[in-house]
Every structure is written in structure tokens, then in C-alpha cells.
């Protein structure tokens, strides 16, 4: 099958065996791969009422046709299963090499199942696949343990690690993997945990069948060509997702103290020049990339390097819990990734804890000694550490700020800012509909890398509840997770602007099968729909209530900064809601029609 | 002498394509967005003459401006 390794290997880890089936062409044509096969896979195999971290849940990895290919971006992996942290549909996308060696092993999807009696690691070298032991891993860092087997195997192996966290099951713990990059969210490390799988580690040397050579090789140096004709390659490359750092703090986007504000007084401390002057030392890309986005950082403070922090971890580690020191955010970042715990969801944890202790809902007593006001680094250190191990404070900041305020009451629900179950990501929504549409509806949580419709806002007019914005942030969700079923990276796309209609003659050369971005979208529009159904399937009464967002977004403006004073109102949020699933063929609860299931050819996969 | 304006990525559409713009030296680089109809807020990144700048730089004649609009993070 042209553009397929054409097998999923499956490993059953009670009772440790491994096996390759052919990977059904019908599914690849209908869903393609990554994100894709994972949701296909997901709903076919996973049975109703699963525990997430039991043997009956599963965690399936798959490439796409585009990932280890002469195509930008071509390094993403998706990583599918039922979410520890919210109990519905979690997918994770992690850069890096691993899904190019997977591919070169012949493997289109990695299917984890059932839970092993003890700490394993899954090797394979092209067609030599074992299951072996990782009792003397256990308990390591995620860094040591990638470069025990860098040394041992080689540079060529690829590395996808657990830490202490994903041991430890924390709801969302990560899978690291090239010293920096992750399966951040959703708690697939927990996952992974669970099955007692330390990590997996590939290597292959095959190729992939492509359908038409000349084509592929005219397509893919056409989207290199873009790229590097891009005027915004220069300086994208330099700051990579830090640019967005300053910009955040202009218009009141970037999380200040637990979403309290969207601008930090001294966020300019933070800014993506402070941080290339100060610790980056290098650029670091993944397989193919043309404007690697990666920052590798040397911390003198600290004395450690780290690749980071991105964005995401400036707004959550640093704005989020009033620190200003990039130096200190570099290393808060260092020790999430080496313990194995999501960085968004553990900065929102402690600025949601950060604020019961500034409210007095938590004292001394229950900081386990610590004096938690915004602002204070030691006390953040030793938080992501003690969360990681579920010791003291950290075991309830280790449930997700959802299930912790539940617990803790005393209004700090109010202030728990998630969707779902998952912890926002850093970009502050009090007056930004569309953003915060994008969030309600995300089908992960409350995660940005669906539809990122905060610049929408801004150019029609942030406050206002239109038609417009709500079918932006539909197709946003349609178009833009198919790079995570196509295998590749967003990013030349997003910040390069090189036109999407390059990878289609790509991806048709590759696997000979004729596409559109109509044909693309809709395939889009098909799996959010099936992760809709996931959702409604695993979670009885699932609706419109868990689309909500926190209460700080409609109920307490900004004191400060750019969104001083400005608050979307209560009502605008059910209209948003109301006109979302109006659109996209769903009730007025927020579940897909039977017609729309019907429309979409979901019938039998839903059966 | 005039300066020239570089947007980069989904702010060429706004200039109906182009690759580069002449514009007037004498307005900061917020105005002068404002006026090619580039919502300033948009912009991330200010390059003036390889130099970052805020976007209340005042043009000068001879500048050339690279402008960048914003992307979705990680």
C-alpha cells in the first residue's frame, strides 16, 4: 500500500506477545492515519466504560503517510487513548524523530493493550520486536533513561520515555522523547504508565513504498521552496513560538496569575528576545524542518541546558504563576520534562493552588510548609517535584484542578480553570469569543492547538458573538488537527504562511490516492465528530454542561492590563454554544445528530 | 525616498498578495498598518532595518519593516 509501512504492530503486555497485522486499507483511505487511525482505533477496540488506567484501555501511536518523508515538517506522532485527566477522548501529538524511524520499521500504528506484571521496554529494529525488561529503569528520569539507551543502542534508536510522573499515574503525566519533546497532554504517560511500559525505543532501515517518485520529489521540494521563500522563516527560526510572548501581553492574552489577568507587569522580563540574549544557544528541529521552532537553552543560573521553554510553558510556568525570570522558567520546565508531567496542566495546578493560598482557602498547613504566594520559584520547584511523586500538596495537585478544587470547595471551583477535566492552555479568554468557543469545544479539553482563533478576534472585533466566528473556529477544527492525520507539523503552515494546497499534490504522490482539501476537510469533520462520540459514549449525561468554561472568563473581569474591565457575559456563551451546534449538525445538547452521523458515513464505525 | 513595508504570511492577503509595500515615511508603524488595513493587533514582530522595534517606531525614510502576524503556540 504506497505511502504505508502496511502493518500495526500490536502488543499485548499481559501476556507479552507482539504481533503485526496488516494495517486494513479501507480504514487509511477513510481516516488516512495519525489521529485518524487513533480515533478509529480508539472506538473500535477500546470497550464502553474502559478505566483509563486498566487493561482494557489502550494506547495507540501512529504515523501518517506524511511523517518521515521529504516533507516539512514531516516528524509528528499521534498518540490516541482514553484520558486519565477528563475520562474522555485523548490525543497528543509529539514532534521529534521517533515517528520517522517508526515508519522506516515498516510500522504505521503502535497498539498498546492489556498491563504488564512488570516494568518493561518495547525494542524494535526493524523486524526484531521484544518486550524486555526495565526493572532497573523504573524510577529514573526520563533524560537519563534516553541517554542510557543512546549509548547503549546507538543514535540512530529513537527514544519515547516515561518519567516518575507516567510510574506514578498522575492524570497527566507525559511521554518525553528527543530530550524536549512530548506527548504532553492528556495523561498518556499515565497511560503508559499503567502498562508498566517504561519506554519504547525504534529503529528501522526500510522504505516506504511511494506511488508516483517524480511527483513526490516536485511536491516536496515545492513546500521546501515555499518555506524557505518565506519572509517570516528568518525571524520565526530565531524566536520560534517565544514571539508570541510580547504580543500575548499587548492584547491581554498571555495568563497572568491563574487567569486572573491577561497582561503581567513585568512580562516583558519574558519576552522571546530577553530569552534568545539570555539562554538559548541553539535552534533544535525535528525530522525535516525547515524553521526549527525548538530553543535549546544553556541556564547559568542553574546550571543546566533544556530545550525550551516554548510559549505554552513561559505563559503557564512563568506569567501564570507571576514569575519573571526566564532562567527559572527554563528550569521549571527542565524538571517537568525530566519527572514527566505536562507543563500546561502542572503551571495551571499550581497557579489554581497559588491562589487558594493568596485566598486563604489553604494555609500553611495544607501547603505542607510552604509559602505558596505568586511568584515564589522555590516553592514552584519543589510543587512540580512533590506532584510527580504524589507527596503531600502534590497528590491533590496531581488529580487536575477539576477533581482537586471538587475536593477543596470553599468557591475555589470558581477559579479552577479548565474544560472538561483538562487545564486550559496559556492564552487568557476574557474577552475573546472565539478563543473561547475554541477551548468550550476542543475535544481534548481545554487545549489550543484545535482552533486558534484568537487572531479572528481581533480582526473582526473581539467582544462580538457573530455566525462568522463560530464557522472560523469550526473549520479551524476541521483543517487544522489534519496535520496531525497526515503525520506532519502545522507550523510552516501557521507561521510561515506557505499555501496548504502544497501538500496535496504531495500526499498524492506519495500514496496515489486522489485528494482535495474539500476531500481533507471533511475527513476532519468526520473525526471531530467520532471524538464527539467518544466523549458522549464513555460519559453518561455527557452535553452541554461540560462544554462550559470557567467561571472566571463571565463572571470576573481583569483588574489590570489589556482586557481591563472586559468580561464576555453569560448569555453570549450559551449564543456561542447555541450557533456551534446549530452548525455543526448536533442538538441543542451538543450531540450529533442521528442525520449528521448518517451525512458523515459514521454509521458503521459508530455501530 | 519612501520605506517598504515586508508582511509576511496571512498579512500579504491583506495587501492583496504582494510581497512588499511602499509606504510613507513621517507615521509610526501602528498607523501605518492601520492604514494598508492590518489590524496592529495582529502583528507580533516589528523588524525595522534587522532591528525589533515597537510598533509606535516612527518611519524614517529608506526603512525597510519586516511585520509578522501571530501564530497558535506549541
Known sequence: MNGYGGRILRVNLTNGTVTKEPTPPDV??????????GIYFLLKEVPKGADPLGPENKLIISSGPISGMMIPGGGKCDWTTKAPLTGGYASASMGGHFTAEMRYAGLDSIILEGISPKPVYLFIDDDKIELRDASDLWG??????????????????????????????????CINHDYGRQAGRGGVGAVMGSKKVKAIVVHGTKSIPVADMDAYRKAGMALYKACKDSEGLKDW??????????????????????????????????YGPVMREKIVITDKGCFGCPSPCGKYSRNKKYNSYVEGPEYETIGMMGSNLGIDDIEAVAQANLLCDDLGIDTISAGNAIGWAMECYEKGIFTKKDTDGLDLKFGNVDATFTLIEKIARREGLGALLAEGVKRASKKVGKGSEKFAIQVKGMEQSAYATHNATA?????????????????????????VGREKVVPEKVARVIWLQNFRPMFDVLGGCRLQWVELGIDRDLYVPALE????????????????????????LFWARENEGFGRAWDMPSPRFYEEAPKSGATKGQITKLEDINRLLDMYYEQRGWTSDGLPKPETIESLGLKAVVA | MPATLRPSGSLR??????????VEAGRTVRETLAALGI????????????????????????????????????
Open chain 1, 237 to 270: 527560526t530565531r524566536y520560534g513560538t517565544t514571539i508570541v510572548v510580547s504580543w500575548c501581553d499587548e492584547v491581554g492574552a498571555l495568563p497572568t496569575r491563574n487567569f486572573s489577568a491577561g497582561s503581567f507587569e513585568d512580562g516583558k522580563n519574558l
Open chain 2, 13 to 22: 492577503d491583506v495587501v492583496g498578495g504582494q510581497a512588499e509595500v511602499q
Open chain 1, 28 to 37: 487509511a483511505h477513510d481516516f488516512i492515519g495519525g489521529r485518524g487511525f
Open chain 2, 39 to 74: 489590524v496592529p493587533e495582529v502583528v507580533a514582530l516589528v523588524v525595522v532595518n534587522e532591528e525589533q522595534q515597537s510598533k509606535d517606531y516612527l518611519i524614517q525614510e529608506g526603512d525597510v519593516i519586516r511585520v509578522l502576524a501571530v501564530i497558535g503556540g506549541g
Open chain 1, 509 to 532: 504522490a506519495i500514496t496515489g490516492i486522489q485528494r482535495s482539501w474539500e476531500d481533507l476537510d471533511k475527513v476532519g469533520e468526520r473525526i471531530w465528530n467520532l471524538t464527539r
Open chain 1, 140 to 173: 529514573k528520569a526520563t533524560f537519563t533513561v534516553e541517554k542510557q539507551f543512546k549509548e547503549k543502542l546507538g543514535e540512530e534508536f529513537q527514544v519515547a520515555v516515561i518519567g516518575v510522573g507516567g510510574e506514578n499515574l498522575v492524570p497527566y503525566a
Open chain 1, 435 to 459: 478563543m473561547l468557543l475554541a477551548y468550550m469545544t476542543c475535544d481534548v479539553g481545554a487545549h489550543h492547538n484545535r482552533a486558534w482563533a484568537i487572531t479572528y478576534d481581533l480582526q
